[in-house]
Nanobody
């Protein structure tokens, strides 16, 4: 089992920044990739960004490219999502997820463990 706990959500104005953090515990050596997903009210949970645990290879959804950065700290077992130039459409609950089987990075069904989510609200 892998346990994930997100933190860092909040309310910011358009153009502002937030940094989300995800702390992983448990059987973390099994983790191949960590991902961030988000779910806006009334919409499906969608891929935001992902990073491989060992090599640090990253992937981003088109709407966040150039604004968001995902990074990992293997020593601390944490993954961060730095979000800059935030827009109202970034408002959502953000979830951290762990993939232990090297699935397709943007498919939420490929991820095996999930955090409880953290709310991000961008005011216009």
């Amino acid at each position: 089992q892998v346990q994930l706990v997100e933190s860092g959500g909040g309310l910011v104005q358009t153009g502002g920044s937030l940094r989300l953090s995800c702390a992983a515990s448990g059987r973390t050596p099994r983790v191949y990739r960590m991902g961030w997903f988000r779910q806006a009210p009334g919409k499906e949970r969608v891929f935001v960004a992902a990073i491989t645990w060992s090599g640090g290879s990253t992937n981003y959804a088109d709407p966040v490219k150039g604004r968001f950065t995902i990074a990992r700290d293997n020593a601390k077992n944490t993954v961060a999502l730095q979000m800059n130039s935030l827009k109202p459409e970034d408002t959502a609950v953000y979830y951290c997820a762990a993939d232990v089987s090297n699935g397709i990075y943007y498919l939420r069904g490929q991820y095996d463990y999930w955090g409880q989510g953290t709310q991000v609200t961008i005011s216009s």
